[in-house]
């Protein structure tokens, strides 16, 4: 699709919560290249109502309907407020809008991400659910409506900058990185009681609690191959992970004569956000500069299959193809929610996972109804099992 020039229109969608707020940072940087036209967010509506008085959006949604009276009180003077998911979908196909920024967390953003792709947008992608969940329904989206997709996910962004403007039948191998998580060397043994508390204390990346809950059993990183499946259409048995603890080095592509080309970067979100929004451009970012020499060591290792299977679960999840990994994805939340509550043992997450990926049946992910019907059921199925063990 062409880029449209600068300055561009930009929605933000998320806008509250850490994506969102990095979008925002690098707007605020650069004013005469973005107008931020639109806001959305859950549920925070103070919050929003102070960015679109700093940005001066004209129009705010919040999802929960709930809020829609609060929003109306939080916003300033000329803003439209908006409320509900259909709201925020329209926004992502404003006609005005160049530029979609989705940090929407959760099955919530896929209806954005189809809703900007089908109206030609540049869709500047941090949610991991909508490729897990449909990624052959964006793909058919951007196809029919000319939208392209921006990955923001460090990982899935590295590749993209090691990919851009080389030919993709070339490519032996892509390569993405993990940082190990906080129980890197640790024996599946050792785990058998870990607290909430340690599986939140991440090493290096400052998340939500279900993403780094999902970074200590390395179902986020197996939620990242089935991206990398969807947004790059290399077959899974081309796709790697390495782990790699510095989170230095966040991908590679390995070609066919052997060569490896990387993406280096010092580990923080500003330099994806800003590139997905700056593409194809290059801007200076108030990050941290990517010294090498001032590093001891970069060391990588593959991942230990054995005490965390989730990688490979989710691989399996992506092989079956369907709704197999919307079942995954939905199984995982709800394991994950429970952990974090007291009332399923860490290593159980997978487990239960498993369980209910073995037993939902799998379907063709042909529609947004297909998928979300999956997303409940398997949804069910956890919270069956979930009870059938609570005492």
Known sequence: MPHPSFPRNIAVLGSTGFIGQKALDVAARYPDRFRVAALAAGSSVDLLGGQARRFGADTVVVADPGRAGDLARALP??????????????????????????????????????????????????????????????????????????????????????????????????????????????SRDSLDRVTPEEALAHPVWPMGRRITVDSATLMNKGLEVIETYRLFDVPLDRIEVWVHPQSVVHALVEWTDGSLLAQLSAPDM??????????????????????????????????????????????????????APAVLNAADEVAVEAFLAGRLPFLEIVEMVASVLDTVPVRPADSIRAVLAADREAREAARERLEARTP
């Open 77 to 186: 003077a000329g803003c439209r407020g908006a409320s509900g998911a259909e709201a925020v979908a329209a926004l992502a196909a404003r006609a005005d809008v160049d530029l979609v920024v989705n940090g929407i967390v959760g099955a919530a953003g896929l209806e954005a991400s189809l809703a900007a792709l089908r109206a030609g947008k540049m869709l500047a992608l941090a949610n991991k659910e909508s490729l897990v969940l449909a990624g052959e329904l964006l793909a058919e989206a951007a196809a029919s409506g000319g939208g392209a997709i921006l990955p923001v996910d460090s990982e899935h962004s590295g590749l993209f900058q090691c990919l851009d403007g080389h030919d993709p039948s070339r490519v032996s191998r892509l390569i993405i990185t993990a940082s190990g998580g906080p129980f890197r060397g640790r």
């Open 270 to 323: 500003l330099l994806p956000v800003q590139y997905a929004m700056s593409y194809p451009e290059r801007w200076p970012a108030e990050a941290p500069a990517c010294r090498l020499p001032d590093w001891k060591e970069l060391r990588f290792e593959m991942p230990d299959h054995e005490t965390f299977p989730a990688l490979r679960l989710a691989i399996q999840a992506a092989g079956l193809g369907g709704t």
